[in-house]
């Protein structure tokens, strides 16, 4: 498959302070990616990279094979084959949704006819019939994202970059709008570059996603693969699994530990070498029973919490740590049983690795 985007060790620092610390990876012809990670680690650095609007330390872009950006060159973005789709949208206030869907091509001098044949296209495939004529402050919110991704794909660019692009739009409108973007990505096969730190956006959007911190990839697969196998601590957080627990080895397999927890041992999926863990699952991935079952560990009831579809319930291991866990029922506090999590949802890291 063609490479449209090629990033090669780039790094990034503003003042003292190493911002990007070597990013490197390859982005197909038609295939979406998204970027994920905490606010501040880098994503719209590394997205205004690409686009030609900040320098780099070392490294280099490359476009369709050819180097946009080294240390000492930078193509200008309107010179490159991209389009990008801002945060907040971005739309000229003074133009109407059409003028500002029809901008670019204009400024390329496009023929006329070919332009309303376009616009026409863009209209139908992002539902923006009777509003061509609108100014963005008479558009939603959701209105000016669709006039705003229009603008990008009407200019047909070997990818489209978006940052952050529904952070704007209030939680339903954005379930929607991230299952109609990557639906109509799909169906022109645009090649997308999408940052965010919304883990279901990027699941909802990405064919693979680049797990990002503090500047550097901590992982890059499908989401699936990302979900299921989370390689790091950061990125096991990041993808929900905010319970841990310290523990000792007491035997190692393949790719899988035995650990102990007071009495008990579970066998975990090893992303370990030392025998002291951290061992890190996800809330709804535990199931509580009376008596010890496989691969259970002690525990006593803190406090329950009702969520409506189920009761978040705080617990304590018999080795005194915090978990929390999702059950149908209430459990009241002092309740002491056993929580089950499967040997492949539970992740054991080095206790000392990030
Ligand atoms: P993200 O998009 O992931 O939230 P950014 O790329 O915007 O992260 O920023 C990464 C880090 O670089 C942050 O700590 C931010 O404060 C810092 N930063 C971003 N832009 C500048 C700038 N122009 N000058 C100095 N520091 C910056
Ligand atoms: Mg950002």
């Known amino acids: 498959m063609e490479t449209i985007l ?15 610390k070597g990013i490197s990876l390859e982005v197909k012809k038609g295939e979406i990616i998204s970027v994920l990670g905490p606010s501040g680690c ?11 609007m900040l320098d780099i330390n070392t490294g280099k872009v490359l476009l369709n094979g050819v180097e946009v950006t080294t240390p000492k060159k930078i193509v200008p973005i309107e010179k490159r084959d991209l389009n990008m789709v801002f945060q907040d949208f971005a739309l000229w206030p003074h133009m109407s949704a059409k003028e500002n869907v029809i901008y670019g091509l204009k400024l390329k001098k496009t023929d006329p006819k070919i332009i309303e044949d376009k616009l026409e296209k863009m209209v139908e495939l992002l539902h923006l019939q009777g509003l061509m004529d609108q100014y963005p402050s008479e558009l939603s919110g959701g209105q000016q994202q669709r006039v705003a991704i229009a603008r990008a794909l009407i200019m047909s660019p070997s990818i489209v970059l978006l940052d952050e692009p529904l ?22 096969k645009t090649t997308v570059f999408h940052v965010t730190h919304d883990p279901s956006e990027a699941f909802a959007m990405a064919d693979r996603i680049v797990i990002m911190d503090r500047g550097v990839i901590d992982q890059i697969a499908t989401p699936q693969e990302c979900y299921l196998r989370p390689k790091s601590k950061v990125v096991a957080g990041l993808l929900g699994a905010g319970d841990h627990i310290k523990c000792k080895v007491q035997r190692h397999e393949k790719d899988s530990v035995d650990v ?34 496989e691969n259970s560990f002690k525990i006593q009831v803190i406090m329950p919490t009702f969520e409506g579809s189920a009761y978040r319930i705080k617990a304590r291991s018999f080795t005194g740590e915090e978990v929390t866990f999702l059950n149908d029922s209430e459990l009241k506090t002092d309740t002491v ?7 492949d949802k539970l992740y054991a890291y080095d206790a000392l690795s990030d």
């Open 42 to 52: 880098g994503k719209s650095t590394l997205l205004n990279i690409i686009a030609g």
């Open 337 to 343: 049983g056993y929580l089950q999590v499967p040997k």
């Open 167 to 188: 952070c704007n739009l209030d939680v339903q409108l954005r379930i929607e709008m991230r299952t109609e973007m990557a639906q109509i990505f799909r169906q022109l």
């Open 6 to 20: 090629e990033l090669k060790d780039i790094r990034k620092s503003y003042g003292q302070k190493e911002v990007l």
């Open 260 to 293: 102990i927890v007071g009495d008990d041992v579970l066998e975990c999926l090893s992303f370990c070498k030392g025998d002291d863990v951290e061992v890190f699952f996800r809330a709804e991935d535990c199931h509580f029973s009376k008596t010890a079952v």
